[in-house]
C-alpha cells in the first residue's frame, strides 16, 4: 500500500492546484464580466439621462420632435450642458444651409429657368449665401462665452442667428407668386434649414433666460 500511496500525494497535489487554478481563473473572469455589465448599465443609464435632458430642452422648441430626432445623436457630447446643446444645434443648421445653398447654386445655373424663377434663384442664393456667413459668426462667438463680454456676445449670437432665419424666410418669400416645380423643390431645403435654424435660436434664448 505504501507505493501507491507515494504515487496518490503527488497527484492529489496537481489536482488540486489545477482545481485552484481554475477557480481563480472562473472568479476572476466573473467578476470582470460583472464589471463590464455594471460599467456598460451605468453607461446606458448616463446616456439616457442626457437624452431625457435634450427631449426636455426640445419641448421649449417650435419644432420638438425635429430637435430631438436631429439633437439625440450628440447625447454622449452634450450630456446635460445648455451651451453644449446649443453648439450642436447651430452646427446642424450651418450644415443644412451650406447644403441649401449648394442646391440653390445648382439650380440657378439651369438652362430652362423662367425670367421670374431666375431671378427669384438669384435672390435665394444671395439670401443663403449672408444666411451660411451669419451662422458661421455665430458659432465663432459661441466659442469665447467665456468672460466678461458674455452678454455682448451672446446678444451678437442671436442677432445674427435672428438675421439667419429671415434670410432664409426671405429666401422662400421670393417664389411665394411663382409655380411649378422650381418652387417646390426650393421649399423643401429651405424649410428644413430654416427649422433647423429656429431650434437653434429658441435653445440659444434658452441660455440667455437663465
Known sequence: ???????????????????????????????????????KTKTETNLDTYKDFIKASCQTTKYADLCYKTLSPYAANIRKNPMALANAALTESLKSAKSTSKVVRGL??????????????????????DSVDEMKKSMVA???????????????VKTWV?????????????????????????????VNVAELTSIALSLINNISST
Open 1 to 39: 500500500m505504501q507505493p501507491f500511496t507515494c504515487y496518490m500525494l503527488p497527484l492529489f497535489a496537481i489536482l488540486s492546484i489545477f482545481l485552484s487554478h481554475n477557480f481563480i481563473t472562473i472568479h476572476a473572469t466573473s467578476r470582470l464580466t460583472e464589471t463590464k455589465t455594471k460599467t
Open 108 to 129: 440657378s445655373k439651369g438652362r430652362d429657368l423662367s425670367t421670374r424663377d431666375g431671378q427669384a434663384v438669384a435672390d435665394c442664393l444671395e439670401n443663403m449665401s
Open 142 to 156: 459661441m466659442k469665447e462665452m467665456e468672460g466678461p463680454d458674455f452678454e455682448e456676445n451672446m446678444e451678437n
Open 162 to 190: 435672428s438675421a439667419a432665419l429671415t434670410d432664409e424666410d426671405t429666401c422662400m418669400d421670393g417664389f411665394e407668386e411663382n409655380d411649378g416645380k422650381m418652387k417646390e423643390s426650393i421649399r423643401r431645403y429651405i
